[in-house]
């Protein structure tokens, strides 16, 4: 089984369309994180949910907003897209805070035209 | 201010020992991570440190100096299979990580 999964795995759209990533994980942990990776490899982190409450928000815009309706799953939706947003997108999730490694799902790759 | 910096690539011979260093300057600090990805992969949990000092797990040991701000991932017995992006990741309290640029890895036959 797989433990984070992400949906889906490739997204190919235009400027200015709004666009959703799912993600999900079976590993019954508390906390989960939307990453982003550009095509310097920089991964950043964007968002994280602790038990479904939003606890770190990094200088990301509006125009991104995760959702998150239960601890297994944290959805990324995203109005109005911009060439700029073209990454790939990671979704991760790990038991707590500090100390525990995070499990990363295979990535969604966002390409904007 | 946050900044990590380690080498952007390194290229080394399979069977042979190679040292990736990490020098890290964050506004707080519980502990280092180690990843390794795979082109077009996720990255992969390799190791944490918390306390000065070497960490050894199987080919893979990690070290760390928190007064010295400084951390390497030795990779010993190298093997195709490892040719990949290593990120330095420091812990810098709570829920947040952050992720060096990495440090992409060439095994040569």
């Known amino acids: 089984d797989t433990a984070v999964s992400q949906t889906p795995k490739y997204l190919v759209t235009q400027m200015g369309n709004d666009k959703s990533i799912k993600c999900e994980q079976n590993?019954?942990?508390?906390?989960m994180y939307w990453y982003k990776q550009d095509s310097k490899k920089f991964l950043k982190i964007m968002f994280s949910y602790n038990n479904k409450e939003l606890i770190i928000n990094e200088t990301v815009p509006n125009r991104f907003s995760p959702k998150s309706p239960d601890k297994a799953h944290l959805n990324l939706h995203i109005n109005s897209l911009e060439l700029g947003d073209s990454a790939v997108y990671f979704c991760?999730?790990?038991?707590?805070?500090?100390?525990?490694?995070?499990?990363f799902g295979p990535g969604t790759r966002l390409t904007v035209t | 201010g946050q900044n990590i910096d380690q080498p952007t690539e390194m290229t080394a011979t399979e069977g042979a020992i190679v040292q990736i260093n990490c020098t890290y300057q964050?506004?707080?600090?519980?502990?280092l991570f180690w990843y390794q990805q795979h082109a077009g992969e996720a990255p992969t949990f390799l190791s944490y440190?918390?306390?000065?000092g070497l960490e050894e797990k199987g080919r893979f040991s990690s070290f760390l100096s928190r007064s010295k701000g400084y951390s390497y991932l030795l990779l010993k017995e190298l093997q195709m299979k490892d040719s990949a992006s290593y990120l330095c990741a420091p812990n810098t309290g709570g829920f947040k990580t952050i992720f060096g640029a990495g440090t992409r890895l060439f095994v040569k036959a």
């Open positions: 991760a999730s790990s038991p707590g805070q500090n100390t525990y490694e995070q499990y």
């Open positions: 440190n918390v306390l000065d």
């Open positions: 590993l019954g942990h508390d906390t």
């Open positions: 964050t506004s707080g600090f519980n502990g």
